[in-house]
């Protein structure tokens, strides 16, 4: 039987748009009785400096400061601390290897391609062609070996209400290149969340993301899954959004693993 007393994908205050500090993700988990965590707040990027997004250069420091205490803490209740970074792959953007000299993992939140030599936000996706390119450069990006899960893979759909045949089946190189590499596809409970508090839908075949039919397809392919919460306060770091991810996942009878190969 699976072990759910886990988490990869959590966020602090030093985003901008969540709360909380590592520590206080440590409280929670304790009281979770997790026995893995993992802190993992957006990267600094070259070439993404959007407001409220992601840790900023001048927190770089006091980040993994926090993160040491979080881990002393972690450790005198025995739960295993993880130092990570999501971030996103850009070809041309030479930080991944300087980056895992700091922290314990990367993992891959694409949430930017390159079209016509300009950024596009994988939320304001509306053509196969931004899907064929999202699923390039997340093959790509993989390939490196720098990354441990790719999150939200299905995030792609975020702005697409009624993806077409193609547009899913564009999807499946990715899925099939994650199952031979031996990479965890992620499915994200904070879409459930947001499902419901910024849309009022608890229709689990029409969330935004995880979407059913990304996930049949995965199933099809055998790839492995990992449940995350992507919390971004401690009361989302096992929340009924995380049992409800779990059960859209027993219900598809996907390949769940509750651990990831680190370096």
Same mark, same amino acid.
């Given at each position: 039987m699976i072990n759910k007393k886990f988490n990869y994908h959590g966020h602090t205050y030093l985003c901008g748009h969540a709360v909380g500090n590592p520590i206080d993700y440590v409280n929670e988990a304790i009281k979770q009785e997790l026995t893995h965590l993992g802190i993992t707040e957006h990267a600094p990027m070259p070439n993404l400096n959007h407001p409220n997004v992601r840790l900023s250069m001048s927190d770089y420091n006091l980040y993994f400061s926090l993160l040491e205490d979080a881990k002393k803490l972690a450790n005198a209740h025995h739960i295993k601390f993880y130092k990570g970074f999501e971030i996103e792959y850009f070809k041309e953007i030479d930080v991944y290897q300087t980056?895992?000299?700091?922290?314990d993992y990367l993992i891959l939140g694409q949430h930017f391609i390159v079209k016509d030599g300009q950024l596009k936000s994988t939320y304001t996706f509306d053509s196969?062609?931004?899907?064929?390119?999202?699923?390039?450069t997340i093959?790509?990006?993989?390939?490196? *070996?720098?990354?441990?899960?790719i999150c939200h893979p299905d995030l792609c759909f975020y702005n697409i209400k009624n993806?077409?045949?193609?547009?899913?089946?564009?999807?499946?190189?990715?899925i099939k290149r994650a199952k031979e590499l031996d990479i965890p596809l992620e499915l994200n409970a904070n879409g459930i969340r947001r499902a419901l508090y910024e849309e009022y839908n608890q229709d689990k075949d029409n969330y935004r993301y995880p979407r059913k039919k990304f996930f049949q397809m995965v199933f099809e392919? *055998?790839?492995?899954?990992?449940? &995350? &919460?992507?919390?971004?306060?401690?009361?989302?770091?096992?929340?009924w959004a995380m049992d409800e991810a779990y059960l859209f996942a027993e219900s598809l009878n996907l390949n769940l693993v509750d651990y990831l190969k680190f370096k």
């Amino acid at each position: 039987m699976i072990n759910k007393k886990f988490n990869y994908h959590g966020h602090t205050y030093l985003c901008g748009h969540a709360v909380g500090n590592p520590i206080d993700y440590v409280n929670e988990a304790i009281k979770q009785e997790l026995t893995h965590l993992g802190i993992t707040e957006h990267a600094p990027m070259p070439n993404l400096n959007h407001p409220n997004v992601r840790l900023s250069m001048s927190d770089y420091n006091l980040y993994f400061s926090l993160l040491e205490d979080a881990k002393k803490l972690a450790n005198a209740h025995h739960i295993k601390f993880y130092k990570g970074f999501e971030i996103e792959y850009f070809k041309e953007i030479d930080v991944y290897q300087t980056y895992l000299k700091d922290v314990d993992y990367l993992i891959l939140g694409q949430h930017f391609i390159v079209k016509d030599g300009q950024l596009k936000s994988t939320y304001t996706f509306d053509s196969i062609e931004d899907i064929r390119i999202y699923v390039d450069t997340i093959i790509e990006a993989i390939e490196t *070996g720098y990354f441990n899960l790719i999150c939200h893979p299905d995030l792609c759909f975020y702005n697409i209400k009624n993806p077409t045949p193609k547009m899913y089946e564009a999807l499946r190189p990715l899925i099939k290149r994650a199952k031979e590499l031996d990479i965890p596809l992620e499915l994200n409970a904070n879409g459930i969340r947001r499902a419901l508090y910024e849309e009022y839908n608890q229709d689990k075949d029409n969330y935004r993301y995880p979407r059913k039919k990304f996930f049949q397809m995965v199933f099809e392919e *055998g790839a492995k899954v990992i449940v &995350s &919460s992507d919390c971004h306060n401690t009361n989302s770091l096992y929340d009924w959004a995380m049992d409800e991810a779990y059960l859209f996942a027993e219900s598809l009878n996907l390949n769940l693993v509750d651990y990831l190969k680190f370096k």
